[in-house]
């Protein structure tokens, strides 16, 4: 007969291989982590403002990994980095050199960089940490509209945490352009800061006043971009950075706003190479 010390041992040896034995598209063991066809395990962190989403590829489930903190577009939301097919592609090419992603609500589909976004990005920031090994190192990574809480957690430090690198896709960060050349912008603007003051939170016109305005930063950009203008945006944003000291990289696209010469494995893999860069 069995000792009984030693039930409990089996029964755990049980429990996890039933868990490592899970089919994609399948949760994994009795949590809610899904894994997925491509061998990353995703995660759906539910918050009150909107859930976030963490993705952990398979080389992060055996050692500490960076994250990347992905914010979306505006009209978007965080599952767009998995189910679009573009932008999945952008994605999987950076998670697969060894970072986690955390695709965040940013607290809505259009809030420009608030003070709602910014806390929901720490929320969800950290309510991801205890579900992955973590090595202490964030990048940022925003996506059009995106591109205001992307930068605005780096130079702000709303972390509490240094930003280690800052991507921009066609990134928006200049707020008082976007306001002054578009009446839909500026309704959207106004409602998403609720009366609130804007001060402190446009990357390009308060750039000066950031403690993290040294972070590294790479802008992806296309001079066809009718949507998000790069010589206003993160091409200026750019030059302001270099001013200071901080290393910068641009990659030059073609074509309209957020087209495949923006989101694509290439644009993903060159994204991965300069995070690694800064460690």
Same mark, same amino acid.
């Given at each position: 007969?069995? &000792? !009984?010390?030693?039930i409990p041992l089996i029964v755990a040896a049980l429990l996890s291989l039933g868990s490592t034995q899970a089919q994609p598209g399948q949760t994994v063991?009795?949590?809610?982590?899904?894994?997925?066809? $491509?061998?990353?395990?995703?995660?759906?962190?539910?918050?009150?403002?909107?859930?976030?989403?963490?993705?952990?590829?398979?080389?992060?489930?055996?050692?500490?990994?960076?994250?990347?903190?992905?914010?979306?577009?505006?009209?978007?939301?965080?599952?767009?980095?998995?189910?679009h097919k573009p932008f999945d592609a952008l994605l999987d090419a950076i998670d697969i050199q060894g970072f986690v992603l955390l695709l965040s609500s $940013? +607290?809505?589909?259009?809030?420009?960089?608030?003070?709602?976004?910014?806390?929901?990005?720490?929320?969800?920031?950290?309510?991801?940490?205890?579900?992955?090994? *973590?090595?202490?190192?964030?990048?940022? @990574? %925003?996506?059009?509209?995106? +591109?205001?809480?992307?930068? @605005?957690?780096?130079?702000?430090?709303?972390? +509490?945490?240094?930003?280690?690198?800052?991507?921009?896709?066609?990134?928006?960060?200049?707020?008082?352009?976007?306001?002054?050349?578009? &009446?839909?912008?500026?309704?959207?603007?106004?409602? !998403?800061?609720?009366?609130?003051?804007?001060?402190? *939170?446009?990357?390009?016109?308060?750039?000066?006043?950031?403690? %993290?305005?040294?972070?590294?930063?790479?802008?992806?950009?296309?001079?066809?971009?009718?949507?998000?203008?790069?010589?206003?945006?993160? @091409?200026?944003?750019?030059?302001?950075?270099?001013?200071?000291?901080?290393?910068? &990289?641009?990659?030059?696209?073609? %074509?309209? *706003?957020?087209?495949?010469?923006?989101?694509?494995?290439?644009?993903?893999?060159?994204? %991965? @190479?300069?995070?690694?860069?800064?460690?």
């Open positions: 007969m069995l &000792k !009984a010390k030693a063991g009795n949590s809610s982590w899904k894994l997925d066809p $491509d061998g990353r395990r995703s995660l759906i962190l539910p918050d009150p403002a909107g859930d976030s989403q963490l993705v952990v590829p398979s080389v992060c489930w055996q050692r500490a990994c960076p994250v990347v903190i992905v914010s979306h577009g505006r009209g978007g939301q965080a599952s767009d980095g998995s189910i $940013d +607290g809505g589909r259009e809030t420009w960089g608030s003070p709602v976004a910014l806390n929901t990005v720490r929320r969800a920031y950290r309510a991801a940490l205890p579900r992955f090994q *973590h090595d202490g190192r964030v990048y940022t @990574l %925003g996506i059009s509209m995106g +591109g205001l809480p992307a930068t @605005l957690t780096a130079y702000r430090r709303t972390l +509490g945490i240094p930003v280690k690198a800052v991507g921009l896709v066609a990134g928006r960060v200049n707020l008082k352009d976007g306001v002054r050349t578009s &009446k839909s912008r500026a309704r959207s603007v106004a409602a !998403a800061y609720s009366g609130a003051s804007t001060r402190g *939170h446009d990357p390009v016109n308060d750039f000066g006043q950031f403690v %993290g305005r040294r972070t590294p930063l790479l802008v992806v950009s296309s001079p066809q971009d009718q949507v998000v203008s790069g010589v206003k945006n993160g @091409l200026l944003l750019a030059t302001l950075a270099r001013k200071v000291g901080a290393k910068t &990289k641009v990659i030059r696209v073609m %074509g309209p *706003h957020l087209n495949r010469q923006y989101v694509n494995g290439d644009v993903g893999r060159q994204i %991965g @190479l300069f995070f690694s860069t800064y460690r």
